[in-house]
């Protein structure tokens, strides 16, 4: 069955960077577009970025457009999320989401990992 | 900045049939919102349940439908069952922009 584990999550001081990782299983990795969805202690879920299942096209939320940078390994099924010069206001629960045939559909979640941004 | 708003909460009583609503500030909400339900309880990852408007996944309940209402895009849960408590999500693509929006979840208290 589908499994998506994050990791990469954890404490880190404003203005600094992170990158979190997200392994992909039981279905072809590459047939499909994933996403990164978080969410802030208490709040509701915010979409960030997608990248098309060949890697080659990605898009952004206003909100992190110029600070993360979303990629993936379609040889080792990880989907990647880059983030930089961090503000508290980036503390969150970070999922990766797979999508169904379209990018446009979610269908899979992971079980999220947390980021916390220290001021 | 498109503002997807959807109920803030609901309750509904067990056995009983409730629909929650999701309005998009940038006008109707069509079959090209592809619009996408989750339902998530404290502690979880949320779970998807409807996708592109009316299409359930192979894990959704018979109970649930989604549908397009008025401009809005719709979950309706008949035969509620308390395990339905919990937020509802509702999602939709802005295709001129190439991105998503969530709504700010439904609370869904089953009384």
């Known amino acids: 069955q589908v499994h998506l584990v994050e990791s990469g999550g954890g404490v880190v001081q404003s203005g600094r960077s992170l990158k979190l990782s997200c392994a992909a299983s039981?279905?072809?990795?590459?047939?499909?577009?994933m996403h990164w969805v978080r969410q802030a202690p208490g709040k509701g879920l915010e979409w960030l970025a997608v990248?098309?299942?060949?890697?080659?096209?990605?898009y952004y939320a206003d909100s992190v457009k110029g600070r993360f940078t979303i990629s993936r390994d379609n040889s080792n099924d990880t989907l990647f999320l880059q983030m930089n010069s961090l503000k508290t206001e980036d503390t969150a629960i970070y999922y990766c989401?797979?999508?169904?045939?379209?990018?446009?559909?979610?269908?899979?979640w992971g079980q999220g990992a947390p980021v916390t941004v220290a001021s | 900045q498109t503002v997807v708003t959807q109920e803030p909460s609901l309750t509904v009583s067990p056995g009983g049939t409730v629909t929650l609503t999701c309005a998009s500030s940038s006008g109707s909400v069509t079959t090209n919102s592809f619009a996408n339900w989750f339902h998530q309880k404290p502690g979880q990852a949320p779970r998807a349940l409807i996708y592109s408007t009316n299409q359930k996944h192979s894990w959704t309940p018979a109970r649930v439908s989604g549908s397009l209402l008025g401009g809005t895009a719709a979950l309706t849960l008949s035969g509620v069952q308390p395990e339905d408590e919990g937020e509802y999500y509702c999602m939709v693509y802005l295709s001129g922009f190439r991105t998503w929006v969530f709504g700010g979840g439904t609370h869904l208290t089953v009384l």
């Open positions: 039981g279905f072809t990795f590459s047939g499909y577009g």
């Open positions: 990248v098309l299942s060949d890697g080659n096209e990605q």
């Open positions: 989401v797979k999508s169904t045939g379209r990018a446009t559909n979610f269908d899979f």
